[in-house]
């Protein structure tokens, strides 16, 4: 596939480009991920190996993509389309703190809420914002960030404040992943999990806010327990924070 960038304009010649890369693309079978480009207009459902649109101010842009703005994604981007996001910084920070460069790039939002984007955003073709280095050394995180599908069988919204909190489920094949965050306020609410089977025992892992994360946003912990249907949860985030899990 081909992941194509600044584009950057949406006038009559570069609206043609989109469809005839698009479909030239199809005829060759090669995915297509356009960045740089304007929101989704309902092509991909011409071209079904139109996977991923940027449109939107992602990642990428350092200290300026903030929770305050992302939060509100998954209810107004999202909502038109995928969305080419660029998630999963390694070297989190508070937003204040953010002083992201070329050679090291930040993510504002905790490390658990950098996770959890990961199964808040959709995008069937996702991407990672760091370095193989930075992956290598925070091996736990990489390794869920990898089993997190990017195409789903079914969704639950569990809460939902637009721009402020978001807690969402999401199955694929018999594996639930469930995926939170929350704006520059701490949040706490509690989740059922009515939603597995009823009858079975389930390995939970999750990735949570650390006791530090409102100052050290790396500052996060991993915990394993077993679940079932009737278990409910307390999921407790830190300002800009996150929670991320799976369920298996």
Same mark, same amino acid.
């Given at each position: 596939g081909v992941k194509i960038d600044f584009m950057d304009r949406s006038d009559q010649w570069m609206v043609s480009y989109y469809e005839r890369v698009t479909r030239c693309a199809a005829e060759h079978r090669l995915l297509v991920d356009w960045h740089g480009s304007y929101t989704p207009k309902g092509l991909f459902r011409t071209y079904p190996n139109l996977v991923n649109y940027e449109g939107v101010l992602g990642m990428e842009q350092g200290a300026r993509c903030q929770p305050e703005n992302s939060n509100l994604l998954p209810f107004i981007r999202n909502a038109v389309?995928?969305? +080419?996001?660029?998630?999963?910084?390694?070297? %989190?920070?508070?937003?204040?703190?953010? @002083?992201?460069?070329?050679?090291?790039? #930040?993510? %504002?939002?905790? @490390?658990?809420?950098?996770?959890?984007? /990961?199964? =808040?955003?959709?995008?069937? =073709?996702?991407? =990672?914002? +760091?370095?193989? #280095?930075? /992956?290598? @050394?925070? @091996?736990?995180?990489?390794?869920?960030?990898?089993?997190?599908?990017?195409?789903? +069988?079914?969704l639950r919204v569990l809460h939902a404040a637009c721009g402020k909190q978001l807690v969402v489920a999401r199955r694929k094949g018999a594996k639930w992943y469930v995926g939170g965050f929350t704006n520059n306020e701490p949040f706490e609410t509690e989740i059922a999990l009515d939603f597995l089977p009823a009858g079975r025992k389930f390995r939970m892992t999750s990735f949570e806010d650390g006791v530090n994360a409102d100052l050290q946003a790396m500052d996060y912990r991993r915990r394993v327990r077993i679940v079932d249907a009737s278990t409910r949860i307390p999921v407790k985030m830190v300002r800009n924070g996150g929670w991320a899990a799976v369920i298996e």
């Open positions: 389309g995928p969305m +080419d996001f660029t998630p999963g910084a390694m070297l %989190s920070a508070q937003p204040e703190e953010n @002083r992201s460069t070329n050679s090291n790039p #930040m993510g %504002s939002g905790t @490390r658990a809420y950098q996770l959890a984007l /990961y199964v =808040l955003f959709e995008a069937p =073709l996702q991407m =990672l914002a +760091d370095s193989p #280095m930075a /992956y290598e @050394r925070e @091996r736990p995180s990489a390794e869920f960030i990898a089993s997190v599908p990017t195409t789903w +069988d079914e």
